[in-house]
C-alpha cells in the first residue's frame, strides 16, 4: 500500500470526488424524461482524517438530480458503516441499519433508495446465517433485499486500485454454495462481483444454485492492469465466449456498467480531461453489445457503479453513454434495461 492508501499510480482516497475535473466535460441530457432505477451505487466515510473520501446522501443527490430523471436507486454493500462491537456475523448489519436510516430521511419528491444489498458470509453455519439474515431483514425496515459476499481475487494485487477480499475457490466451497442456496429458499438475491479470469468458478456456482437469483456485477471485471495490460482483445474474445456459456444459466441476470474503474486500464483517470460519452461508446460499447446479445434485456440492467466509477466520469456523461448504446432498441428493451429489469428483479415498488 502507499502512504495515501492505494495500491494504483494515481490512486488516492477522495479521487472519487473531484467535481472540478470531471466539470471539464459537460453534456446535454440525452432523453431527459427517460425513468431511471440506478441499482448499483455505495455510500461510504473513507479516508483519513487528513484526506477524507466521504460520499453519502448529499453527494448522491447531486448525482442522481444533476439532470437524468432518476427515480430509485440500489444500495450494494462496501464494508461501510458496520457496527464492530457486534458479534463477528453480525457486524455488517450495521451497514444495512444505517443506510436503511439514510433512506428514510430522503424527501418523497426525490430519488429514493429502494432496495438495500446487504453483506455476509455464506459459509456460516446455517443456523448463524438465518440470525444475520433475519437481522438484515429487520435492520433494512423493508429494503433488504440479498447479499453480495463478493469473490473477487488474483494472485497479483499489488496491481490493482481496489484489490478484492475473495478467498481461493470461494464460490467452490460446499458451504459457500449452501448458503446461496439458503439465500434462493428465502427469495433472496446473490450479487457477485469477480474478476474475468474466475469465470468458471462463478459458472459453477450458477449452475449450483439454479433457484436463486445471481446478478453479475461489472461484466464480471475484465482486468486490463498488471499481466492483463495490453491484452483487450484477447480477453475480449474468452470474455465473450464466457458470457455466451454463462446466458445459458436462466438465473443469472447481469449489470451492465462498472467498466470505467480503474483496474478495467482505460486509464480515464489519469488525463487531463475525462472522456465523453461518445468515447464511452466507442471504446467500451462492443461489451455492452455484446451482453445485450447473450442475456437479453430483460436479463440486463444498466447501472452506475458510483462513486468507484466517478474516478473517471461525470454521473451525466455516464448514463448519457447508457441512452446512446441503448438508442436503436425498442420502447420495450429500454424500459427494461433503464428500470424494468431492476425492479423485478430485486422486487422494488413503483416509484
Known sequence: ????????????????LRDDWLGLVVEDIIDPDREIVDPHHHLWRHGTSENPAVYEMEALRRDTEAGHNVVQTMFIECRSYWDQDAPDHLKSIGETRTVAEMASSVPLDRAQIAGIIGQTELVLDPTLLNEALDAHQEAGKGLFKGIRNSGARDPEPQHLAIPGRGVPNQYG???????????????????????????????DLARAVPHT???????GTPLGVGRFEGRRDEIFAAWK???????????????????????????????DL??????IVETQGKWYA?????????????????????????YQVIWNAFKKMAADLNETAKEALFSGTARRVYSLPPA
Not at 454454495?177 to 427469495?187: F, Q
Not at 437469483?213 to 461484466?219: G, K, N
Not at 446466458?247 to 449489470?255: G, Q, R, S, W
Request: include cysteine.
Open 274 to 279: 475525462p472522456p465523453s460519452s461518445d468515447e
Open 1 to 16: 500500500m502507499t502512504d495515501k492508501g492505494g495500491r494504483y499510480p494515481g490512486w488516492e482516497p477522495g479521487i472519487e
Open 290 to 314: 455484446h451482453m445485450l446479445d447473450a442475456f437479453g434485456p430483460n436479463r440486463c440492467m444498466f447501472e452506475s457503479n458510483f462513486p468507484v466509477d466517478r474516478t473517471a466520469v461525470s
Open 241 to 271: 465466449d464466457h458470457m455466451a456459456e454463462l446466458a445459458e444459466c436462466p438465473n443469472v441476470m447481469a449489470k451492465l456498467g462498472g467498466l470505467c474503474m480503474p483496474d478495467n486500464g482505460f486509464g480515464y483517470m489519469h488525463r
Open 213 to 219: 437469483t445471481l446478478i453479475l456485477d461489472h461484466f
Open 173 to 203: 466451497n460446499p458451504d459457500f454454495v449452501r448458503g446461496a442456496a439458503i439465500l434462493g429458499e428465502r427469495g433472496l438475491t446473490l450479487d457477485s462481483w469477480h474478476y474475468h479470469h474466475q469465470h468458471q468458478e462463478f459458472l
